[in-house]
């Protein structure tokens, strides 16, 4: 399959953008798609994230199209100051102008392991020591999240759909994806509640608080 012959939402089908050809959509999230692709400089195969909320059809709600632009451009900031392991990591990124939106692409390693999710959805049984690992090597990612940069990063939506199970021929069991709804600090949440419901804590849904305390609640969810 080549990149022709694929249907971008929200683009202007482009066979090519930049340094990455061959684009072929690997899967869709809610406020995402992921795409494959080669970069034809390097030689490797990239994972290219194209952000939904920049829709054309939202192109007149602006304050939608602010709130996005400053959502992302926080992921990728954040992304580029990681260096963990068990977080994907971020190649770099760079902006389209689509239906005069300028449109973030977040370019990351090609990460084509099912997620804890995947394999939940199989039916396949999980067994108490699978999930006491699991629980582990997140944890540990977390407390590097929580500590290691001065300020805490609050990651705010673990969910198995977000956790990738790697081979054993990889330096960490498990990574983390999806930086989109992570914050610096503590933060106290209005309005709308983020994460997803059945792994968010209790409080979030109170007082809206969502800290180091709120990500170990969603892990242990997943280890449920």
């Given at each position: ?6 249907k971008?939402?929200?683009q202007l ?8 050809e ?6 869709r999230?809610?406020h995402?798609?992921i ?5 034809s400089?390097?030689?490797n ?6 952000h ?7 192109a ?9 632009k ?19 990591q971020?190649?770099g990124?760079f902006?389209?102008q689509?239906?005069g939106?300028?449109?973030p ?6 990460l084509?392991?099912d ?14 020591q699978?999930?006491?690992e ?9 407390d590097?999240?929580?500590t ?8 705010r ?9 790697m ?5 960490w069991?498990h ?5 989109s709804?992570?914050?610096i ?6 309005g709308?509640?983020m994460?997803?419901?059945g792994?968010?804590?209790p409080e ?9 305390t ?11």
């Amino acid at each position: 399959m080549t990149g022709k012959n694929i249907k971008f939402e929200g683009q202007l089908n482009p066979e090519r953008f930049g340094n990455f050809e061959d684009w072929q959509r690997y899967k869709r999230g809610g406020h995402s798609i992921i795409y494959m692709a080669d970069d034809s400089v390097t030689g490797n195969k990239v994972a290219i994230k194209q952000h939904l909320d920049y829709m054309p059809e939202r192109a007149g709600e602006e304050q939608a199209i602010r709130e996005a632009k400053t959502r992302y451009e926080r992921e990728i900031a954040m992304l580029g100051k990681l260096s963990h392991p068990g977080i994907v990591q971020s190649q770099g990124y760079f902006f389209r102008q689509e239906h005069g939106i300028p449109v973030p692409y977040l370019v990351m390693e090609p990460l084509e392991t099912d997620t804890i999710e995947d394999k939940l959805a199989t039916g396949q049984p999980v067994s108490e020591q699978e999930a006491r690992e699991a629980i582990l090597s997140v944890g540990t990612v977390l407390d590097y999240l929580h500590t290691a940069n001065g300020r805490p990063i609050i990651y705010r939506d673990l969910k198995p759909g977000n956790v990738k199970e790697m081979g054993k021929e990889d330096s960490w069991p498990h990574k983390i994806v999806d930086f989109s709804e992570s914050r610096i600090g503590n933060a106290t949440m209005s309005g709308s509640v983020m994460g997803t419901f059945g792994y968010n804590a209790p409080e979030i849904y109170g007082a809206g608080m969502a800290d180091q305390t709120t990500d170990f609640y969603s892990l242990l969810r997943i280890g449920a």
